[in-house]
């Protein structure tokens, strides 16, 4: 049996059910998920404040777990802790960005970032530093924080408005959501894309994106590079 950490990298549970129902859907049978959230900081990831506030916490919480668990998933595409907690366990840790942006490379040439008000230039940032700028189309923010993600028909209307421009006047071939609370949109948001342009597009689910790719990690025994990430011996 696999077990798999995810960490919601918040100081509320608010969003563990909903994530758990998420993954779940798409992890093998024996894969044992267990969603844990910080229990210091704040309550959402909109800013690098809120990055480097909480990031010393996800490491803790990790260093602290990874004994536990065959791989973490960290439920953040601003990899919230993810590249310094690599340096600290010898399991796979993952954010969301990368395995949502790698696959979407594998499935068009040019992809759109959907993403949540404040973090355009975050997720900008992560562009240029993975060197894939040129496959970027545009990176669209929608006028909704965290917290207002709960109103789903509004969000999926705007989900839809962003998408449709993004392919059409920027050249998108796929979308990727740039917060992994965007749960349960990226079935129904493909549907319509593809109806309405009488073609297939891909909506990459983070959350499902990166499970899946953690799974894989862990099924072929791989983890980061101990030359990329120097192995440290804990916090002091």
Do not use: W
């Not at 803790?60 to 998933?73: C, P, R, W």
Request: include cysteine.
């Amino acid at each position: 049996m696999m077990r798999l950490l995810v960490v919601t990298p918040v100081n509320t549970d608010h969003f563990n059910a909903e994530i758990a129902a998420s993954v779940k859907e798409v992890v093998a049978p024996d894969t044992r998920i267990d969603v844990k959230n910080i229990n210091q900081g704040t309550s959402c990831i909109q800013s690098r404040v809120d990055l480097a506030v909480n990031a010393p916490h996800v490491i803790e919480l990790i260093g602290k777990e990874a004994k536990n668990y065959d791989g973490v998933f960290v439920t953040d595409m601003d990899m919230c802790g993810v590249e310094q907690s690599r340096e600290l366990v010898d399991i796979p840790v993952i954010g969301g960005f990368r395995a949502s942006a790698y696959t979407a490379m594998m499935l068009s040439q040019k992809y759109a970032i959907l993403t949540i008000r404040g973090t355009h230039d975050l997720q900008n940032e992560h562009v240029r530093a993975f060197g894939i700028q040129g496959n970027l189309a545009t990176i669209s923010a929608l006028d909704l924080g965290v917290y207002d993600l709960d109103n789903k028909e509004r969000v999926f209307d705007l989900l839809v408005s962003h998408a449709l421009r993004a392919i059409k006047s920027n050249g998108a071939e796929s979308i990727i959501f740039g917060c992994t609370g965007f749960v349960g949109y990226a079935e129904p948001l493909s549907r319509v894309l593809s109806e309405e342009l009488s073609c297939y597009i891909p909506v990459i689910d983070p959350n499902h994106c990166a499970i899946k790719y953690l799974e894989l990690l862990v099924l072929n025994k791989l983890r980061q590079s101990q030359i990329s990430y120097p192995k440290v011996n804990g916090i002091s």
